[in-house]
């Protein structure tokens, strides 16, 4: 992104955009099969984006279809991995040149930051592809050891199709995340987006095919979770499904499996990730710093937010002085303005939910701060932040997960107690860990039950180490090499020679 670019250019460039509205099937663009529809709305300023393509059971029917013939007949699946290695690559290529596009996608349909989009998401998303793309020619196989006569040999296979639903808060990357590995195995790959932000997803599908995917490797079907991603959970042709969001759904996600064909559910799910400060840290400024960060980053709509702060009672006063103070800062406003820190939730309907838990919180808790309802707001979808000190840790803002900027603060004497309150939870995503001893970070990390424990830092994120949880977080990992643990099968082939 230029660095002179302003919100109006911003502006004007979203005024120009064409959004895809089919679906992406076999290697075409087509239309729902009576014409269905449906409007995404950008949760900023109210207005229909487009009309989108508003796919049922038929549709994913032809999908599945279209990835198991691409997958059976080898067009991708028996590929060279130095050929799918070119591919992809190509396809990161497209991601990049078409980055403006695609940010402005997130952007608009999702009320994601421009600042964020064009420096995180799109590069993210670019990185993750040319890092499996790479992999793919130095994954290798084992040999086992046996006795006199006898070859074990161990490689792994990709699995067939793999059904891929993804979540609105992180529309294009988090969809990457998912085909960018499962097409480096050599699998196909019907990918559902939210019915909320679809379509950048229908953008990468076309890019795709430019790149060189054969046709019917990668299908997009954007619907209705509870219709369009039943009907991928309980096709019986889908040998893989991997899902991101809430816990609710990834539970239906496994019932479809058992329903059908016990198909592999790999789940990244809720969390209420714990912030921890000990009260050996000496620089708060910068602890408040990564306190605000690690809630009110994508409105707080982020599946590892660190969404409850557990503070020693030594700094809390002070920490929190400061927490509140920068917190203010955080005012929701426009996304396509370079400048600003917070932009509106997903949607009004998502928006209405956090308001609710924003007022239980104000009967059950003690207001800090407390600037969700924002005054004069251009769409209901606009929520400022919130921080509640919870004497009572089984208040609801403490426990359940609010995906909006609110953060819960509860008190601990010793790191003993802050261990217990921050593992006081169904969740296991995420966890940070302020301390100045390094034999205390080392001690207590592991105590932690969460799937990454980010040291004076939060929310460390790499495509190189694993994302995932624990509990009702899920269980799989996206990311890293582990990621293809989800897409390949373990296949021997022994071989008696003597």
Excluded at 233 to 242: I, M, N
Excluded at 270 to 292: H, M, R
């Amino acid at each position: 992104m230029p660095p002179t670019r302003s919100g109006q250019d911003w502006s004007a460039l979203a005024d120009g955009l064409s959004p895809r509205t089919h679906a992406f099937i076999g290697g075409r663009s087509v239309v729902a099969g009576d014409g269905r529809t449906r409007p995404t709305v950008s949760p900023a300023s109210g207005k229909t984006l487009a009309d989108v393509a508003d796919c049922g059971p038929r549709e994913v029917d032809a999908a599945v279809a279209a990835a198991r013939r691409a997958f059976d007949d080898g067009r991708w699946s028996r590929q060279a991995p130095a050929v799918r290695r070119r591919v992809l690559l190509a396809l990161a290529d497209l991601v990049e040149r078409d980055r403006d596009e695609l940010a402005l996608l997130d952007s608009l349909d999702a009320g994601k930051l421009i600042a964020d989009t064009t420096a995180v998401d799109v590069p993210g998303s670019v990185a993750v592809l040319r890092w499996y793309a790479e992999a793919v020619d130095k994954t290798y196989g084992e040999i086992a050891p046996t006795g006199p006569g006898d070859l074990a040999l161990v490689r792994r296979e990709a699995l067939g199709v793999v059904g891929a639903v993804v979540p609105w808060n992180f529309p294009l990357e988090i969809a990457v995340w998912k085909i960018a590995p499962a097409l480096a195995a050599g699998n196909s790959v019907v990918l559902k987006p939210s019915e909320e932000s679809p379509l950048s997803a229908l953008l990468l599908a076309e890019l795709g095919a430019e790149a060189g995917l054969p046709d019917g490797v990668l299908n997009v079907v954007p619907g209705d979770g509870p219709v369009t991603g039943r009907a991928l959970g309980e096709h019986p042709d889908v040998d893989v499904l991997a899902f991101t969001g809430s816990t609710a759904v990834g539970k239906l996600f496994l019932e479809y499996a058992g329903r059908s064909n016990m198909k592999q559910v790999w789940l990244e799910c809720g969390g209420k990730s714990a912030n921890i400060v000990l009260d050996d840290v000496g620089d708060l400024d910068a602890v408040a710093d990564g306190v605000c960060a690690g809630i009110f980053t994508n409105a707080g709509q982020v599946c590892s937010a660190n969404s409850r702060l557990v503070v020693h009672r030594a700094v809390k006063d002070d920490l929190l002085a400061r927490v509140v103070e920068r917190a203010r800062e955080w005012a929701p406003g426009d996304p396509l303005d370079p400048g600003t820190r917070m932009g509106p939730l997903v949607s009004a309907a998502h928006a209405d939910r956090v308001r609710e838990h924003v007022a239980r919180a104000r009967r059950e808790a003690t207001p800090l701060l407390d600037l969700a309802d924002v005054p004069d707001r251009v769409t209901d979808a606009f929520v400022g932040p919130s921080i509640f000190d919870c004497p009572d840790p089984s208040a609801a803002i403490a426990t359940e997960e609010v995906f909006g900027p609110a953060l819960a603060v509860l008190t601990a004497d010793d790191e003993d107690d802050a261990v217990r309150i921050a593992n006081a939870t169904a969740y296991g995503l995420a966890a940070s860990l302020w301390t100045d001893g390094l034999a205390r970070a080392h001690r207590l990390a592991p105590r932690l039950r969460a799937g990454t424990v980010s040291v004076n830092t939060v929310d460390a994120l790499n495509l190189t180490t694993p994302f995932g949880g624990f509990g009702r977080s899920g269980f799989g990992r996206d990311l890293s090499l582990h990621a293809l643990d989800k897409f390949t099968g373990l296949k021997t082939t022994w071989i008696r020679h003597s």
